[in-house]
């Protein structure tokens, strides 16, 4: 059964550092890896999307990556700024096209 | 173009009360998904609607729980009676097609739920 975990649970850096969101899986057949970002009463918001041929993505200053065989993904955010403040999500897509999940990590950046 | 609609954005019940959310997801998306997600832990797939069939209902606790998507358009989530367990926030949401190789879920803003 796959499973998602991500480290830290929760994570507070001043404003201008750059900072990394580890996610780990258990089971390396996955079809594709996703990080969301959730704000509080705003539902989730895609920020980028891996699959499973490709080994990184960018947008903007957010760049992911994905080692299928160590089963582990890290999200790359440059340049902080407190706007990031979120939770982060992490999330796999199984061979049946469902979302697995992680718990997240609650970024807070201070000004 | 218009998100995934969810209503109502906040709801507080005794335990044991009957509860319905509503979900109308973006046009012409074929497959409709139904999370709860506890407080501190990841979503957790309740229903997943194929236009008006049901693909998969493993995780929903059908003692409680029932969904249905009339038309293949909109949804309803009910639980019926709620225990304080299941506070949580639900969330809606759609996607184009089902297992196609890029199938992207787009959320709605969830409803957060408080059983007392």
């Known amino acids: 059964k796959q499973e998602v975990t ?3 649970a929760a994570l507070s850096v001043p404003e201008g550092e750059n900072l990394v969101l580890n996610c780990s899986f258990t089971d390396s057949a996955i079809y594709n890896l996703q990080w969301f970002r959730q704000d509080p009463g705003k539902g989730l918001t895609s920020l980028l999307l891996i699959q499973s041929s490709q080994r990184e993505q960018t947008s903007g ?3 992911a990556s994905l080692d299928k065989s160590s089963g582990r993904s890290t999200l790359y955010i440059a340049a902080s700024q407190p706007g990031d403040s979120a939770t982060y999500l992490c999330a796999v897509w199984d061979s049946n096209y469902q979302l697995i999940w992680g718990a997240g990590t609650k ?3 201070k000004p | 173009e ?3 609609a969810q209503s109502p954005r906040y709801k507080i019940i005794e335990k044991r009360q009957s509860v319905a959310f509503w979900c109308n997801p973006i046009s012409g998306h074929a497959t409709l998904y139904w999370y709860q997600q506890i407080l501190g832990q990841g979503p ?4 997943q609607f194929q236009n008006n069939g049901v693909v ?3 995780q929903l606790p059908k003692d409680r729980f029932s969904a249905e998507r009339l038309k293949g358009v909109d949804s ?3 639980i019926q009676p709620a225990k304080l367990e299941d506070s949580a926030v639900y969330l809606c949401a759609s996607s184009l097609l089902f297992g196609s190789g890029y199938n992207e879920q787009f959320f709605g803003p969830g409803t957060r739920l408080t059983v007392l």
Do not use: W
């Open chain 1, 6 to 8: 991500q480290i830290p």
């Open chain 1, 61 to 63: 200053r957010l760049n």
């Open chain 1, 107 to 109: 970024l807070i950046i």
């Open chain 2, 2 to 4: 218009a998100g995934v």
């Open chain 2, 44 to 47: 957790k797939l309740l229903i």
């Open chain 2, 56 to 58: 998969d209902d493993s």
């Open chain 2, 76 to 78: 309803t989530l009910k």
